[in-house]
Protein backbone atom coordinates (compact mmCIF):
# COMPACT_ATOMS: atom_id res chain seq x y z
CA UNK A 1 0.00 0.00 0.00
CA UNK A 2 2.54 2.48 0.91
CA UNK A 3 4.84 1.26 -1.56
CA UNK A 4 2.06 1.93 -4.25
CA UNK A 5 1.33 5.89 -2.51
CA UNK A 6 4.84 6.91 -2.87
CA UNK A 7 5.31 5.16 -6.58
CA UNK A 8 2.65 7.26 -7.51
CA UNK A 9 3.82 10.97 -5.52
CA UNK A 10 7.08 10.39 -7.42
CA UNK A 11 5.61 9.42 -10.68
CA UNK A 12 3.14 12.35 -10.44
CA UNK A 13 6.05 14.72 -9.49
CA UNK A 14 8.00 13.65 -12.61
CA UNK A 15 4.98 13.89 -15.02
CA UNK A 16 4.50 17.64 -13.73
CA UNK A 17 7.90 18.45 -14.66
CA UNK A 18 10.07 18.21 -11.00
CA UNK A 19 13.39 17.13 -11.78
CA UNK A 20 13.34 14.62 -9.00
CA UNK A 21 11.17 14.28 -5.90
CA UNK A 22 12.49 12.32 -2.67
CA UNK A 23 10.34 11.56 0.98
CA UNK A 24 11.65 11.50 4.20
CA UNK A 25 10.27 10.87 7.50
CA UNK A 26 10.32 14.01 9.22
CA UNK A 27 12.65 12.83 12.05
CA UNK A 28 15.28 11.55 9.41
CA UNK A 29 14.76 14.71 7.05
CA UNK A 30 15.70 17.50 9.68
CA UNK A 31 18.62 14.90 11.82
CA UNK A 32 21.31 17.47 12.58
CA UNK A 33 20.02 20.57 11.36
CA UNK A 34 19.44 21.96 14.58
CA UNK A 35 23.41 21.44 15.31
CA UNK A 36 24.14 23.07 11.65
CA UNK A 37 22.53 26.58 12.87
CA UNK A 38 23.80 26.22 16.06
CA UNK A 39 27.29 26.02 14.40
CA UNK A 40 26.59 28.62 11.96
CA UNK A 41 25.49 31.11 14.37
CA UNK A 42 28.65 30.44 17.00
CA UNK A 43 30.63 31.50 14.07
CA UNK A 44 28.73 34.60 13.30
CA UNK A 45 26.58 35.71 16.09
CA UNK A 46 25.44 38.87 14.58
CA UNK A 47 23.73 36.71 11.93
CA UNK A 48 21.21 35.73 14.68
CA UNK A 49 19.07 38.85 14.58
CA UNK A 50 18.65 38.30 10.85
CA UNK A 51 15.60 35.50 10.70
CA UNK A 52 17.19 32.77 13.25
CA UNK A 53 13.56 32.27 14.98
CA UNK A 54 12.72 31.34 11.05
CA UNK A 55 15.74 29.41 10.29
CA UNK A 56 14.80 27.19 13.64
CA UNK A 57 11.49 27.09 13.14
CA UNK A 58 11.98 25.29 10.13
CA UNK A 59 14.11 23.01 11.72
CA UNK A 60 11.27 21.83 13.85
CA UNK A 61 7.79 22.21 12.08
CA UNK A 62 6.18 19.18 14.44
CA UNK A 63 5.57 22.20 16.59
CA UNK A 64 3.18 24.17 14.23
CA UNK A 65 1.86 20.97 12.29
CA UNK A 66 2.06 18.32 15.20
CA UNK A 67 0.31 15.65 12.55
CA UNK A 68 3.24 16.05 9.86
CA UNK A 69 4.90 12.22 10.04
CA UNK A 70 7.13 13.08 6.17
CA UNK A 71 8.42 15.33 4.32
CA UNK A 72 8.21 15.44 0.22
CA UNK A 73 10.79 16.80 -1.34
CA UNK A 74 11.18 18.20 -5.33
CA UNK A 75 13.99 19.58 -7.32
CA UNK A 76 13.10 21.92 -10.25
CA UNK A 77 15.90 22.58 -12.74
CA UNK A 78 16.60 25.96 -14.27
CA UNK A 79 19.83 25.82 -15.94
CA UNK A 80 19.07 25.93 -19.43
CA UNK A 81 16.84 28.74 -19.26
CA UNK A 82 19.10 31.57 -21.50
CA UNK A 83 20.26 34.37 -19.33
CA UNK A 84 20.13 37.82 -21.55
CA UNK A 85 23.39 39.45 -21.66
CA UNK A 86 22.35 42.08 -19.61
CA UNK A 87 21.80 40.08 -16.95
CA UNK A 88 25.03 38.76 -16.78
CA UNK A 89 26.67 39.71 -13.38
CA UNK A 90 23.83 41.96 -12.60
CA UNK A 91 21.01 39.80 -11.61
CA UNK A 92 21.33 36.41 -9.66
CA UNK A 93 20.06 33.24 -11.83
CA UNK A 94 17.14 32.37 -9.22
CA UNK A 95 15.94 35.60 -9.13
CA UNK A 96 16.51 36.19 -13.22
CA UNK A 97 14.02 32.80 -13.61
CA UNK A 98 11.86 33.24 -10.42
CA UNK A 99 8.85 31.50 -11.32
CA UNK A 100 6.96 31.98 -7.71
CA UNK A 101 5.88 35.21 -9.03
CA UNK A 102 5.76 34.91 -13.00
CA UNK A 103 2.00 33.56 -13.93
CA UNK A 104 3.42 32.36 -17.40
CA UNK A 105 6.45 30.21 -16.46
CA UNK A 106 5.65 26.86 -17.04
CA UNK A 107 6.92 26.05 -13.44
CA UNK A 108 4.54 28.63 -11.55
CA UNK A 109 1.57 26.23 -10.93
CA UNK A 110 3.34 22.97 -10.31
CA UNK A 111 3.33 23.43 -6.20
CA UNK A 112 -0.21 23.88 -6.90
CA UNK A 113 -0.49 20.93 -8.97
CA UNK A 114 1.47 18.47 -6.97
CA UNK A 115 -0.81 19.97 -3.73
CA UNK A 116 -3.82 19.51 -5.78
CA UNK A 117 -3.07 15.83 -6.54
CA UNK A 118 -1.89 15.13 -2.40
CA UNK A 119 -5.30 16.14 -1.53
CA UNK A 120 -6.94 14.29 -3.74
CA UNK A 121 -5.37 11.44 -2.19
CA UNK A 122 -6.81 12.38 0.70
CA UNK A 123 -3.52 13.29 1.94
CA UNK A 124 -3.18 16.18 4.44
CA UNK A 125 -0.48 18.79 3.58
CA UNK A 126 1.11 21.96 4.94
CA UNK A 127 3.29 23.70 2.48
CA UNK A 128 4.94 27.26 2.21
CA UNK A 129 5.53 28.73 -1.19
CA UNK A 130 7.99 31.49 -1.02
CA UNK A 131 10.32 30.72 1.50
CA UNK A 132 9.98 26.59 1.96
CA UNK A 133 8.12 24.93 5.14
CA UNK A 134 12.10 22.94 6.08
CA UNK A 135 15.37 23.81 5.32
CA UNK A 136 15.32 23.02 1.68
CA UNK A 137 19.03 21.89 0.30
CA UNK A 138 19.74 20.10 3.88
CA UNK A 139 16.44 17.54 3.21
CA UNK A 140 17.03 17.26 -0.19
CA UNK A 141 20.41 16.24 0.36
CA UNK A 142 18.67 13.71 2.96
CA UNK A 143 16.90 12.24 0.16
CA UNK A 144 20.07 12.19 -2.05
CA UNK A 145 18.61 14.62 -4.37
CA UNK A 146 21.90 16.33 -4.38
CA UNK A 147 24.77 17.26 -2.40
CA UNK A 148 25.42 20.42 -0.24
CA UNK A 149 28.94 21.77 -1.54
CA UNK A 150 30.87 24.22 0.55
CA UNK A 151 29.71 27.37 -1.04
CA UNK A 152 26.50 26.05 0.84
CA UNK A 153 24.15 25.53 -2.45
CA UNK A 154 23.02 21.80 -3.15
CA UNK A 155 24.47 20.15 -6.30
CA UNK A 156 22.39 18.08 -8.87
CA UNK A 157 23.69 15.89 -11.58
CA UNK A 158 21.73 17.55 -14.21
CA UNK A 159 21.84 21.06 -13.18
CA UNK A 160 24.48 21.59 -10.65
CA UNK A 161 23.53 23.73 -8.25
CA UNK A 162 21.14 25.90 -10.45
CA UNK A 163 18.21 24.32 -9.06
CA UNK A 164 15.40 25.27 -6.44
CA UNK A 165 13.30 23.02 -4.25
CA UNK A 166 9.47 22.42 -2.90
CA UNK A 167 8.57 20.50 0.33
CA UNK A 168 5.45 19.32 1.38
CA UNK A 169 4.49 18.30 5.04
CA UNK A 170 2.25 15.06 4.89
CA UNK A 171 0.52 13.06 7.80
CA UNK A 172 1.79 9.73 5.57
CA UNK A 173 4.59 7.54 7.13
CA UNK A 174 6.60 7.35 4.01
CA UNK A 175 10.34 6.72 2.49
CA UNK A 176 12.06 7.37 -0.95
CA UNK A 177 15.47 7.84 -0.46
CA UNK A 178 17.73 7.57 -4.20
CA UNK A 179 21.24 6.38 -4.04
CA UNK A 180 23.60 8.73 -5.60
CA UNK A 181 27.24 8.86 -6.31
CA UNK A 182 28.01 12.57 -6.18
CA UNK A 183 32.08 13.79 -5.60
CA UNK A 184 32.37 15.71 -2.85
CA UNK A 185 34.50 18.82 -3.12
CA UNK A 186 38.24 18.43 -2.83
CA UNK A 187 39.09 19.42 -0.13
CA UNK A 188 42.11 21.77 -1.21
CA UNK A 189 39.44 23.26 -3.26
CA UNK A 190 38.54 27.08 -2.45
CA UNK A 191 37.76 28.11 -5.32
CA UNK A 192 34.22 29.30 -4.56
CA UNK A 193 36.08 31.40 -1.21
CA UNK A 194 38.28 32.99 -3.39
CA UNK A 195 35.56 34.65 -5.61
CA UNK A 196 33.14 36.18 -2.35
CA UNK A 197 34.01 40.07 -3.12
CA UNK A 198 33.21 40.13 0.31
CA UNK A 199 34.43 37.35 1.75
CA UNK A 200 30.89 36.61 3.14
CA UNK A 201 32.07 32.96 2.06
CA UNK A 202 35.41 33.08 3.89
CA UNK A 203 35.59 29.47 4.88
CA UNK A 204 33.53 26.07 3.96
CA UNK A 205 29.65 26.23 4.90
CA UNK A 206 30.04 29.67 6.17
CA UNK A 207 28.28 32.27 4.53
CA UNK A 208 27.94 36.01 6.90
CA UNK A 209 24.25 37.45 5.93
CA UNK A 210 25.53 40.71 6.77
CA UNK A 211 28.38 41.08 3.84
CA UNK A 212 26.72 38.50 1.27
CA UNK A 213 26.15 40.61 -1.48
CA UNK A 214 22.81 38.81 -2.22
CA UNK A 215 20.70 39.91 0.50
CA UNK A 216 22.70 43.59 0.51
CA UNK A 217 21.53 44.20 -2.87
CA UNK A 218 17.63 43.18 -2.35
CA UNK A 219 16.72 42.85 1.09
CA UNK A 220 15.98 44.66 3.98
CA UNK A 221 17.20 45.43 6.67
CA UNK A 222 20.79 43.90 5.19
CA UNK A 223 20.20 45.78 2.24
CA UNK A 224 19.36 49.69 3.77
CA UNK A 225 22.79 51.23 3.77
CA UNK A 226 25.28 50.07 1.54
CA UNK A 227 27.63 52.75 2.53
CA UNK A 228 28.19 51.36 5.64
CA UNK A 229 31.92 50.57 5.92
CA UNK A 230 31.81 51.09 2.36
CA UNK A 231 30.19 47.85 1.44
CA UNK A 232 29.09 48.98 -1.67
CA UNK A 233 32.15 48.89 -3.48
CA UNK A 234 32.28 45.60 -2.95
CA UNK A 235 29.29 44.46 -5.22
CA UNK A 236 31.22 44.06 -8.65
CA UNK A 237 28.24 45.53 -10.25
CA UNK A 238 25.61 42.83 -9.21
CA UNK A 239 21.79 44.77 -8.94
CA UNK A 240 20.08 42.39 -7.43
CA UNK A 241 21.79 38.66 -5.95
CA UNK A 242 25.13 37.21 -6.56
CA UNK A 243 26.13 34.08 -8.33
CA UNK A 244 29.45 34.27 -8.18
CA UNK A 245 30.66 31.63 -5.30
CA UNK A 246 28.47 29.39 -7.94
CA UNK A 247 29.86 29.85 -11.04
CA UNK A 248 33.24 30.14 -9.55
CA UNK A 249 32.64 26.24 -9.06
CA UNK A 250 34.12 23.42 -10.98
CA UNK A 251 31.01 21.54 -10.57
CA UNK A 252 29.20 24.02 -12.30
CA UNK A 253 31.70 24.56 -15.33
CA UNK A 254 29.88 22.39 -17.79
CA UNK A 255 26.67 23.43 -17.45
CA UNK A 256 27.10 26.86 -17.55
CA UNK A 257 28.86 26.28 -20.95
CA UNK A 258 26.08 24.31 -22.25
CA UNK A 259 23.78 25.92 -24.72
CA UNK A 260 20.87 27.04 -23.46
CA UNK A 261 17.28 25.69 -24.27
CA UNK A 262 14.10 27.95 -22.96
CA UNK A 263 13.66 31.74 -22.72
CA UNK A 264 12.25 32.81 -19.38
CA UNK A 265 8.63 34.79 -20.12
CA UNK A 266 8.70 37.90 -20.51
CA UNK A 267 12.40 38.18 -19.94
CA UNK A 268 12.76 41.00 -23.15
CA UNK A 269 10.61 43.19 -21.33
CA UNK A 270 13.14 44.09 -18.57
CA UNK A 271 16.21 42.68 -20.73
CA UNK A 272 17.04 46.63 -21.85
CA UNK A 273 16.45 48.26 -18.69
CA UNK A 274 18.90 45.95 -16.32
CA UNK A 275 21.78 48.70 -16.94
CA UNK A 276 23.13 50.95 -14.58
CA UNK A 277 22.93 54.13 -16.43
CA UNK A 278 19.29 53.54 -17.71
CA UNK A 279 18.21 52.41 -13.96
CA UNK A 280 18.99 56.06 -12.53
CA UNK A 281 16.79 57.96 -15.10
CA UNK A 282 13.94 55.39 -15.03
CA UNK A 283 11.04 56.84 -13.20
CA UNK A 284 10.11 55.77 -9.32
CA UNK A 285 6.41 54.79 -10.78
CA UNK A 286 7.68 52.78 -13.88
CA UNK A 287 10.34 50.68 -11.12
CA UNK A 288 7.39 50.31 -8.45
CA UNK A 289 4.51 49.38 -10.98
CA UNK A 290 6.63 47.48 -13.59
CA UNK A 291 10.27 45.89 -11.62
CA UNK A 292 8.55 45.20 -8.41
CA UNK A 293 6.28 42.48 -9.22
CA UNK A 294 9.12 40.60 -10.54
CA UNK A 295 11.57 41.19 -8.48
CA UNK A 296 9.79 41.16 -5.05
CA UNK A 297 12.68 40.82 -2.66
CA UNK A 298 12.68 44.01 -3.01
CA UNK A 299 9.93 45.44 -1.44
CA UNK A 300 7.25 47.99 -2.75
CA UNK A 301 8.43 51.43 -1.18
CA UNK A 302 12.03 50.97 -2.67
CA UNK A 303 12.55 51.91 -5.73
CA UNK A 304 15.44 54.39 -4.34
CA UNK A 305 17.14 51.08 -3.51
CA UNK A 306 17.81 50.01 -7.43
CA UNK A 307 18.73 53.79 -7.76
CA UNK A 308 21.22 52.86 -5.18
CA UNK A 309 22.33 49.56 -6.12
CA UNK A 310 22.78 51.50 -9.49
CA UNK A 311 25.57 53.46 -7.87
CA UNK A 312 27.60 51.17 -6.84
CA UNK A 313 27.39 49.67 -10.11
CA UNK A 314 28.53 52.71 -12.05
CA UNK A 315 31.37 52.92 -9.50
CA UNK A 316 32.54 49.30 -9.99
CA UNK A 317 32.07 49.48 -14.06
CA UNK A 318 34.26 52.93 -13.59
CA UNK A 319 32.04 54.06 -15.82
CA UNK A 320 33.29 57.49 -16.99
CA UNK A 321 29.57 59.05 -16.09
CA UNK A 322 29.46 58.21 -13.10
CA UNK A 323 30.05 62.01 -11.26
CA UNK A 324 27.37 62.71 -14.28
CA UNK A 325 24.80 60.46 -13.69
CA UNK A 326 25.35 60.69 -9.86
CA UNK A 327 25.35 64.03 -8.80
CA UNK A 328 21.22 65.27 -9.47
CA UNK A 329 20.70 62.80 -6.66
CA UNK A 330 22.30 65.25 -4.05
CA UNK A 331 19.53 66.58 -3.51
CA UNK A 332 17.19 63.79 -4.19
CA UNK A 333 13.49 64.17 -1.97
CA UNK A 334 14.72 60.24 -0.82
CA UNK A 335 17.25 60.89 2.29
CA UNK A 336 18.52 57.27 1.35
CA UNK A 337 19.55 58.18 -1.78
CA UNK A 338 20.52 61.45 -0.89
CA UNK A 339 22.93 59.83 1.49
CA UNK A 340 24.30 57.12 -1.22
CA UNK A 341 24.69 59.81 -3.80
CA UNK A 342 26.72 61.46 -1.64
CA UNK A 343 29.01 58.87 -0.42
CA UNK A 344 29.51 57.79 -4.15
CA UNK A 345 30.51 61.37 -5.31
CA UNK A 346 33.18 61.37 -2.56
CA UNK A 347 34.08 57.99 -3.10
CA UNK A 348 34.66 59.07 -6.94
CA UNK A 349 36.29 62.16 -6.46
CA UNK A 350 38.76 60.65 -4.26
CA UNK A 351 39.46 57.85 -6.80
CA UNK A 352 39.60 60.21 -10.09
CA UNK A 353 37.35 57.92 -11.70
CA UNK A 354 36.15 60.92 -13.98
C1 LIG B 1 16.72 32.82 3.82
C2 LIG B 1 17.25 32.41 2.48
C3 LIG B 1 18.14 33.25 1.87
C4 LIG B 1 18.72 34.45 2.57
C5 LIG B 1 19.79 33.97 3.58
C6 LIG B 1 20.54 32.71 3.19
C7 LIG B 1 21.38 32.03 4.25
N1 LIG B 1 21.35 32.45 5.49
O1 LIG B 1 22.05 31.12 3.93
C8 LIG B 1 19.29 35.27 1.41
C9 LIG B 1 18.35 36.37 0.99
C10 LIG B 1 20.64 35.87 1.71
C11 LIG B 1 19.37 34.24 0.31
C12 LIG B 1 20.14 34.44 -0.78
C13 LIG B 1 20.30 33.51 -1.77
N2 LIG B 1 19.60 32.39 -1.93
CO1 LIG B 1 18.35 31.75 -0.59
N3 LIG B 1 17.22 30.96 0.64
C14 LIG B 1 16.83 31.23 1.86
C15 LIG B 1 15.91 30.17 2.45
C16 LIG B 1 14.48 30.70 2.43
C17 LIG B 1 16.32 29.72 3.85
C18 LIG B 1 17.80 29.31 3.95
C19 LIG B 1 18.44 29.69 5.25
O2 LIG B 1 18.50 30.83 5.64
N4 LIG B 1 18.92 28.75 5.94
C20 LIG B 1 19.73 28.99 7.12
C21 LIG B 1 21.17 28.65 6.79
C22 LIG B 1 22.07 29.06 7.95
O3 LIG B 1 21.24 27.27 6.67
P1 LIG B 1 21.30 26.42 5.32
O4 LIG B 1 21.91 27.22 4.27
O5 LIG B 1 19.95 25.88 5.09
O6 LIG B 1 22.30 25.23 5.76
C23 LIG B 1 23.58 25.53 6.33
C24 LIG B 1 23.94 24.68 7.49
O7 LIG B 1 22.81 24.28 8.17
C25 LIG B 1 24.80 23.56 6.93
N5 LIG B 1 24.21 22.32 6.48
C26 LIG B 1 22.93 21.99 6.40
N6 LIG B 1 22.82 20.74 6.01
C27 LIG B 1 24.06 20.25 5.80
C28 LIG B 1 24.49 19.00 5.40
C29 LIG B 1 25.86 18.77 5.25
C30 LIG B 1 26.32 17.43 4.85
C31 LIG B 1 26.79 19.83 5.50
C32 LIG B 1 28.23 19.61 5.34
C33 LIG B 1 26.33 21.09 5.91
C34 LIG B 1 24.97 21.26 6.07
O8 LIG B 1 25.35 24.05 5.77
C35 LIG B 1 24.74 25.21 5.43
C36 LIG B 1 25.84 26.21 5.60
O9 LIG B 1 26.19 26.39 6.90
C37 LIG B 1 16.12 28.98 1.44
C38 LIG B 1 14.89 28.12 1.26
C39 LIG B 1 14.80 27.10 2.36
N7 LIG B 1 13.63 27.01 2.94
O10 LIG B 1 15.74 26.39 2.67
C40 LIG B 1 16.58 29.70 0.18
C41 LIG B 1 17.66 29.04 -0.73
C42 LIG B 1 18.69 28.43 0.16
N8 LIG B 1 18.25 30.15 -1.48
C43 LIG B 1 18.58 29.81 -2.67
C44 LIG B 1 19.31 30.64 -3.56
C45 LIG B 1 19.53 30.14 -4.97
C46 LIG B 1 19.82 31.86 -3.16
C47 LIG B 1 20.69 32.85 -3.98
C48 LIG B 1 21.75 32.22 -4.85
C49 LIG B 1 19.87 33.79 -4.84
C50 LIG B 1 20.76 34.68 -5.72
N9 LIG B 1 20.83 34.33 -6.99
O11 LIG B 1 21.35 35.61 -5.26
C51 LIG B 1 21.31 33.69 -2.84
C52 LIG B 1 22.67 33.10 -2.45
C53 LIG B 1 23.26 33.63 -1.21
C54 LIG B 1 24.18 32.63 -0.57
N10 LIG B 1 25.47 32.83 -0.68
O12 LIG B 1 23.71 31.64 0.00
C55 LIG B 1 18.15 28.40 -2.98
C56 LIG B 1 19.36 27.46 -3.01
C57 LIG B 1 19.42 26.58 -4.21
C58 LIG B 1 20.56 25.62 -4.12
N11 LIG B 1 20.85 25.00 -5.23
O13 LIG B 1 21.16 25.38 -3.09
C59 LIG B 1 17.13 28.09 -1.86
C60 LIG B 1 17.07 26.63 -1.39
C61 LIG B 1 15.72 28.58 -2.30
C62 LIG B 1 15.02 27.74 -3.34
N12 LIG B 1 14.00 28.32 -3.92
O14 LIG B 1 15.25 26.62 -3.65
N13 LIG B 1 18.65 33.16 0.59
S1 LIG C 1 26.46 35.03 -3.17
FE1 LIG C 1 28.19 36.38 -3.70
S2 LIG C 1 28.60 37.61 -1.87
FE2 LIG C 1 27.25 35.92 -1.25
S3 LIG C 1 28.61 34.33 -0.50
FE3 LIG C 1 28.34 33.91 -2.70
S4 LIG C 1 29.98 35.03 -3.78
FE4 LIG C 1 29.85 35.81 -1.66
S1 LIG D 1 34.39 25.76 -5.75
FE1 LIG D 1 35.46 23.97 -4.93
S2 LIG D 1 35.12 24.07 -2.70
FE2 LIG D 1 33.67 25.48 -3.66
S3 LIG D 1 31.80 24.29 -3.87
FE3 LIG D 1 32.92 24.07 -5.80
S4 LIG D 1 34.22 22.24 -5.58
FE4 LIG D 1 33.48 22.82 -3.55
Redesign the pocket.
Known sequence: MNHNIVHDIYSKAIEIGYLNCGILPLDEALE??TE??D???AYFPD?KE??SE??YK?AHPEIDYPWAKSVIICT?GFSDYHLPKSYYHR??????FDY?HEKDAEEHNWESQLSDYLISKNIRIAHLP?????????VS?KAGL???RK?????TEEHG???????WLIDQPLRLVHNHQFKSCPPSCHLCMEACPTK??ESP???H?RT????LT??YP?GSDVTKEDIGLQFEGWL????L??EACPFNRKILMRPTKRDFPRQDEFAPFIDPEIILSMSDEYLEEHFQPRFW?MPKGSTWKWKANAMCALIADKNPKAGQLITPFLDHENPELQKTAKWAINHIKENHHN
Request: charged residues 20%; positive net charge.
Open positions: GYYLSRYDFKDNMVIGRLYARDRGIVPLRHEGIINNFLYSFVSMSASLYTMRCISPCKEYGCDCQY
